[in-house]
């Protein structure tokens, strides 16, 4: 399932955010990425130690923490720390997927969620788009500033080249709950119509039918 998080950043954070990523060293993204995607990643990523990484770390992480569609569609259980990418003209990432087992040690997850956050505006550079391979062909995502696309990490996709411009994006890896991405999907539409329903007939029975039904297989299918 592809779902795009409107509204993630408001303008507010995003020119903060902006703002810091002016004054922080970006280096060569090819230090994070695994053998088979260095081979075809050019763009750069900021440093992720430091004072100012926490904070847009911070910053970042407690807008999407609190979006609904991101809780119900990841599910998440371990989250990594963001990832603030760069790609100035001429830069791309050709087709990978994404490395399935990221953090160290006991902080070790498995990464089941991919999240792009667009931190600039599509006018502000030529290309770049993100194209995702789905089942239904190549999905091509260029959204406003402070929306976001969520995919599953085992999903094929590429960064296509800056033409012109700079594009701004950062990028969230987690392990969800559920792990298997067709049940996510069925959980995050079960909990779409059970919002409706708690909304709208929060005392009908068949509302706390939905209700428990979407709890238990919470519990069913959850891995925590
Ligand atoms: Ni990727």
Same mark, same amino acid.
């Given at each position: 399932?592809?779902?795009?998080?409107?509204?993630?950043?408001?303008?507010e954070? #995003?020119?903060?955010?902006r703002?810091?990523?002016?004054?922080?060293?970006?280096?060569?993204g090819?230090?994070?990425?695994?053998?088979?995607?260095?081979?075809?990643?050019?763009?750069?990523?900021?440093?992720q130690?430091?004072q !100012?990484?926490?904070y847009?770390?911070? #910053?970042?992480?407690?807008?999407?923490?609190?979006?609904?569609?991101?809780?119900?569609g990841?599910?998440?259980?371990?989250?990594?720390?963001?990832?603030?990418?760069?790609?100035?003209?001429?830069?791309?990432?050709?087709?990978?997927v994404?490395?399935?087992?990221?953090?160290?040690?006991?902080?070790?997850f498995?990464?089941?969620?991919?999240?792009?956050?667009?931190?600039?505006?599509?006018?502000?550079?030529?290309?770049?788009?993100?194209?995702?391979?789905?089942?239904?062909?190549?999905?091509?995502?260029? #959204?406003?500033?402070?929306?976001? =696309?969520?995919?599953?990490?085992?999903? =094929?996709?590429?960064?296509?080249?800056?033409?012109?411009?700079?594009?701004?994006a950062?990028? =969230?890896?987690?392990?969800?709950?559920?792990?298997?991405?067709? !049940?996510?999907?069925?959980?995050?539409?079960?909990?779409?119509?059970?919002?409706? #329903?708690?909304?709208?007939?929060?005392?009908?029975?068949?509302?706390?039918? =939905?209700?428990?039904?979407?709890?238990?297989?919470?519990?069913?299918?959850?891995?925590?």
């Open positions: 399932m592809l779902l795009e998080l409107t509204g993630v950043l408001d303008t954070k #995003l020119v903060n955010i703002a810091m990523l002016e004054k922080v060293a970006f280096v060569d090819q230090h994070s990425a695994g053998q088979a995607a260095r081979r075809v990643k050019n763009n750069l990523e900021m440093q130690k430091g !100012q990484a926490e847009l770390d911070h #910053l970042l992480m407690g807008s999407l923490a609190e979006h609904p569609d991101f809780r119900s990841a599910l998440p259980y371990r989250v990594a720390q963001p990832v603030f990418a760069r790609y100035t003209q001429g830069m791309h990432y050709g087709d990978h994404d490395d399935p087992i990221m953090g160290n040690g006991p902080a070790k498995r990464t089941d969620v991919s999240v792009t956050v667009f931190l600039n505006e599509p006018d502000d550079y030529e290309g770049g788009e993100l194209v995702i391979n789905t089942t239904f062909g190549p999905r091509q995502i260029k #959204l406003p500033a402070g929306h976001a =696309v969520m995919y599953p990490s085992t999903s =094929v996709h590429h960064v296509a080249e800056v033409t012109s411009g700079e594009r701004l950062a990028i =969230v890896w987690l392990q969800s709950m559920v792990r298997d991405p067709g !049940q996510r999907e069925l959980l995050y539409q079960l909990d779409q119509a059970r919002n409706v #329903l708690l909304t709208e007939r929060p005392d009908a029975e068949e509302t706390k039918q =939905v209700d428990r039904s979407y709890v238990n297989l919470i519990r069913m299918w959850s891995e925590v």
